[in-house]
């Protein structure tokens, strides 16, 4: 008869021996040895610093449309049954969002008021 593994099971010391085992054979870090050439990976390491920090911006010009109609507009639900209900309520938000961001691009400072007093 096959009998069910528990969590009991596990921890009873059946998998120490893996544990002792992985350990064993890993190096500290202190014991890697430096590469040969130390500037080797530098022109790598700065082309894809350079990629992700362009993925980042990216992903933040798209995903700020999303943050105005989650928290300003308070979006967190469907409202209605319906794909084309819901579909018409999601291009008004994101054009109402569109008209927030450029709002805030136009004024030309965040504290003055519109007539200039």
């Known amino acids: 008869s096959r009998t069910i593994r528990t969590a009991r099971s596990r921890t009873s010391g059946e998998y120490l021996g ?3 085992f992985v350990f064993s054979i890993a190096p500290f870090s202190q014991e890697v040895e430096p ?7 530098r022109a790598l ?3 894809v610093v350079a990629v992700e920090r362009t993925k980042a911006q990216i992903r933040a010009r798209v995903e700020h449309p999303f943050h105005v109609v989650k928290n300003l507009f308070r979006h967190r639900k469907v409202r209605y049954k319906g794909l084309l209900k819901n579909t018409a309520q999601l291009f008004s938000l994101f ?3 569109n008209l927030a961001m450029a709002r ?5 400072c965040h504290g003055s008021s519109p007539s200039g007093v």
């Open 45 to 47: 390491k700065e082309l």
């Open 104 to 108: 805030n691009r136009l004024r030309p």
């Open 35 to 41: 590469p040969e050439i130390p500037g080797r990976f």
């Open 18 to 20: 893996h544990f002792f």
């Open 95 to 97: 054009a109402l969002a």
